[in-house]
C-alpha cells in the first residue's frame, strides 16, 4: 500500500510565505471608497503568491497534497464588501490549476467552524452555503473542483444531538448540489464521534474524512478496526484515494491541542492498524510546524521495519 501526505496551507520553510494574510472588515470600513478595491486586491494578490509559491515548493519536495488557506481572498463572503474576485483573479487561478492539474497534486480546502448545518438559525445555515460557495468558486476558477474536496463539521449539538442531527438533514438541502458533490465531513474531538459522522455520511452519501487525534479524543464504543473499512468504502463513490487526518496532542493537559511534530508513538496504532487493511490512503498533517512536521515524520516512518520512503512525501508499506 502507499500513503501520499501533506500539510496545511503555510509552507514554514519558506520565507514570508503566509498564504493567508487579512483585511479586517474594521480596517476596510475605515479606508477611502477608493482605496478599499486596491487593498484588497493587494492582500490577495498576496495570498494567490504565496500559495503558488507553496506549490511550487511542494513539487520540489515531492509533497504531493496541500490544503489551501480559506483565508485566501479577504472578506469575500461579506456582505458590506462587493470584489468580483472570481473575474479579477481569472489569470491567476487558472494558472495554478493548471499546475496542480500538471503535477498531479491533491489540493482542498477546510472551512472554519462556524461554517455548519445543524443550526436552529436560518442565517447561520445561510452563510454556511454561502461560505461553501465561495470556496467552490475559487476550485471552479482553477478548474480543479471535481477532483478537490471542501471538508467541514457535522457542527453543535446544542443540548439536543438528535434534533441537531436532523436540522443538518433538513439543512443541507440548501446546498447546492455540485457543491455537496465535492463536500466531505470530518468526525470532531468533543461532538460528533467517528462512528456518529460515519452514520451521517452513510445517509447523506458523503465521504468521512478520519481525524485519528479527535478519534481518541472523542471515542466511541465500535472499535477502529470495523469502523476504518466503512469509512473507507464512503470514498467509494468518487475517484479519490480515502483521506486521513492526523496530529498528535500538545500535552496530557491539552490533549485536544495539535503539537508542534507528529510524536510516532501515538500515531503508530493507526499506521498499524492501515497497514493490516492495505489500501493507498493520502494523510493531511495537521501540526503546528506543518511542512517541517511531514519531513520530520518521513524520516521518522522511513526507519520503521516495512516502511519505505519512495520519494519526498510518499511511503511504500
Known sequence: MKIRFGYVSHALSLYNCSPAKTLTLTRYKAMEQNERLDKLIDVTSQNIKNTFRALHYNVSQQIPLYRMSSSMVPLATHPEVEFDYINIFQDQFKEIGEFIKKHQLRVSFHPNQFTLFTSDKQHITDNAVIDMEYHYNVLEAMGVANQSVINIHVGGAYGNKELAVNRFFENIKKLPVHIKKQMTLENDDKTYTTAETLEICVKEKIPLVFDYHHHIANNCD????????????TWESTSLTPKIHISSPKSDKEFRAHSDL??????????????????????????????????????????????????????EV
Open 222 to 233: 465500535e472499535p477502529l478496526e470495523s469502523l476504518l473499512p466503512k469509512i473507507y468504502q
Open 262 to 315: 507528529i510524536n510516532i508513538d501515538f500515531i503508530k496504532p493507526f499506521f498499524d492498524l492501515a497497514k493490516a487493511i492495505g489500501e493507498d490512503i493520502d494523510i493531511m498533517i495537521e501540526a503546528k510546524k506543518k511542512d517541517i512536521a511531514l519531513l520530520q515524520l518521513m524520516d521518522d516512518l522511513s526507519k520503521i521495519r516495512g516502511y519505505k520512503r519512495i520519494d519526498g512525501g510518499t511511503i
